[in-house]
């Protein structure tokens, strides 16, 4: 089974509306971390959001917030106030367990390629 | 901080070609990791190191892969011979030793994009 899953491969935006970018993940590790990264048309990734199991809150980081379901083992980021320069790919990506080991390791989902139009 | 340096940005080069990318993660940073990015297969962890260790190589392609990692500062990824399937882009990112928490963001290099003809 995939570990994180984004349905979404292509998502079309206007300018200065909000933006909800799916992500489900799949784990029996209570301790996990979520993380939302970035790929511009430039290649780099850029970290943008994170969100720890634990956390009794959704995360949020300027106009990017994280709704957090943990329930239905859900982390779909949402982008207020959309940009042009927010047009790019998005992953989702999962850390497991806390420490050292095999569990410093991220795995990412597939991807969301996002346009933002006029 | 000049953030994880990697060389060369761009390589092209003949089928059973040696090639060798380079990686320099932030210094102070205990881990390192290894991605490779296809349209086919996405982002996959490669290998990764603790302390220059390396933990987990299990998503090492194949024998003709290998990468070290000599000292802190430094860390290499090797295929010989190269395949026109190993075209691809091949990132390092480094992150910071963990603290009983899993929060463990990665500071991913520019990546270099590898074609092999």
């Known amino acids: 089974a995939q570990k994180i899953t984004q349905t979404q491969p292509g998502m079309f935006v206007q300018e200065k509306e909000a933006v909800t970018l799916d992500c489900t993940y799949d784990?029996?590790?209570?301790?996990?971390?979520l993380f939302w990264y970035k790929q511009p048309s430039s290649g780099e990734m850029i970290f943008l959001i994170y969100q720890g199991s634990y956390d009794q809150q959704n995360a949020t980081e300027g106009r990017y917030s994280l709704n957090f379901q943990k329930a239905r083992k859900s982390a779909n980021l949402v982008i207020s106030a959309s940009q042009l320069g927010d047009s790019a790919m998005y992953f989702c990506?999962?850390?497991?367990?806390w420490g050292t080991g095999t569990a410093s390791k991220l795995t990412f989902g597939t991807g969301t390629r996002l346009q933002v139009t006029l | 901080d000049a953030g994880v340096i990697q060389s060369p940005r761009h390589e092209v080069t003949e089928m059973g070609q040696e090639v060798t990318l380079r990686c320099k993660p932030i210094s102070g940073h205990d881990y390192l990791f290894w991605y490779r990015q296809t349209m086919m297969r996405g982002l996959e962890l490669l290998i990764y190191?603790?302390?220059?260790?390396?933990?987990?190589d299990s998503g090492m392609p194949e024998d003709r892969f290998s990468a070290k990692m000599p000292n802190a500062s430094f860390s290499t990824l090797k295929i010989q011979p190269s395949e026109p399937r190993d075209s691809a882009v091949y990132f390092c990112?480094?992150?910071?030793?963990?603290?009983?928490?899993?929060?463990?963001?990665?500071?991913f290099g520019p990546g270099t994009r590898l074609t092999v003809l």
């Open positions: 190191f603790n302390n220059n260790v390396p933990i987990d």
């Open positions: 990112a480094s992150s910071p030793r963990l603290a009983g928490s899993s929060y463990n963001e990665q500071f």
């Open positions: 784990t029996s590790d209570p301790s996990y971390g």
């Open positions: 990506a999962m850390r497991e367990g």
